[in-house]
Each structure stands twice: as C-alpha cells, then as structure tokens.
C-alpha cells in the first residue's frame, strides 16, 4: 500500500455545484480535473501541484458492482480529515470571512498538545484544522 500517497475522496450525497463551490471559492483549492457538474472532481493547492483531495457524486458509485448506498438517514462522524497549517488563525480568519462555519474558534486541547479547530463541509463531513508546527 501506497498509505503516504492518499487521496481523501468525499462522496457528494446533496448538491455537487454547492461542494465544488464551497472549495473552490471558499478552502481555495484548485479544480485540476472535472468541473462544477461532476460526477468526478480532483483538486490541489494550486494547478502546479499533484491532486490532494476529490469530490465523487454518490450516485455515480453503483458503477462499482457491489457498492450499495448504506441505510441511514444520518451519517455519524466515522471520520475527520486532517488539515494541518502553519498559521491556524490566519487560515481560520480567512476561511470564517470566506463564509466556511466552524464548530468553535481555535483551542488548545492540553492532552493533544496542538490548537485545533473543526468545521464541516456542505455535505456534514468534518474537517480538523491544526496547528501544525505543533504536531
């Protein structure tokens, strides 16, 4: 396994253009391939760099034979991606004015030993937001 190469890939449950937009206009990512309609988009930090995060419509994944859509109505937090920065509270400020709604301001959390802040994306995924020079 390739484990230091991964892609985080968020299936897209809800409205495709509003999670285009929100990293697009609001995280600042780079769209290198696919576009607002989908079904498949991959992003980076800018259009030099290699691809670091996706979007998939959840509807496009029955073309995997087997993969059935889960039964649920809500999706507990089975899992943060982490988002490590050197200045948390600029990226914090930059990403509040951008319109991005936090689930608190930056703390520090003693037994982790960093400052980290949380905030979901349009379709409920959570993403931590963490002082990396402390990490």
């Known amino acids: 396994m390739k484990f230091d ?6 299936l897209v449950r809800k409205d495709y253009g509003e999670c285009f937009d929100f990293y697009t206009e609001k995280i600042g990512l780079t769209a290198v391939w696919g576009d607002r309609n989908g079904p498949y988009t991959s992003f980076a ?17 029955p073309m995997f034979q087997g993969y059935e859509q889960p039964n649920t109505r809500m999706q507990p937090d ?14 914090y400020l930059r990403l509040k004015e951008a319109g991005v709604l ?17 905030f979901r994306d349009p379709e409920g995924n959570l993403f931590e937001l963490n002082d990396a020079s402390n990490v």
């Open 5 to 10: 190469e991964t892609t985080i890939r968020i």
């Open 45 to 61: 930090v800018s259009s030099e760099a290699s691809p670091c995060f996706a979007i998939f419509a959840g509807n496009a994944m």
């Open 78 to 91: 089975t899992i943060a991606a982490v988002i490590p920065t050197k200045d948390l509270d600029g990226d």
């Open 102 to 118: 936090f689930l608190g301001e930056p703390q520090y959390i003693e037994s982790w030993g960093m400052r980290c802040t949380y």
